[in-house]
């Protein structure tokens, strides 16, 4: 299975990813997940793998937007419903792989994970 990237056409994280793993003639498939939501159930499995404290972005204007009430469901059980019907506070670029799952762009991290 190819990696697959989720991310925001837009965002200067997610196209320096994708220029990196363009760079290094890596095949791969681009999600963007305000055209493109992601499932319930995979967001669910992001975070299992990452945790909500890594997934969820605390930084972005989505977040400041948010009542007391939804940012405490980002804490607990229904974050992944929460990141589903707000797309932007899923922290970017996501990269799926088969057995791993890896959030943010860290050229060491991503050079671990696809080119060892």
Not at 2 to 8: A, E, F, S
Request: glycine fraction near 6%; aromatic fraction near 6%; include cysteine.
């Amino acid at each position: 299975m190819k990696p697959i990237v989720y991310g925001l056409k837009q965002c200067d994280t997610c196209r320096k990813a994708l220029r990196w793993m363009d760079g290094h003639g890596l095949d791969y498939d681009f999600v963007d997940i305000r055209a493109q939501t992601p499932s319930v159930k995979e967001i669910q499995t992001w975070l299992t793998a990452l945790g909500n404290a890594k997934l969820v972005n605390r930084r972005s204007t989505t977040w400041r937007g948010l009542g007391e009430a939804e940012r405490a469901d980002a804490a607990g059980d229904a974050a992944a419903q929460l990141l589903e019907q707000h797309p932007t506070l899923i922290k970017r670029p996501v990269l799926a792989l088969d057995s791993k799952t890896l959030v943010g762009f860290s050229e060491a991290d991503w050079t671990a994970a696809l080119l060892d």
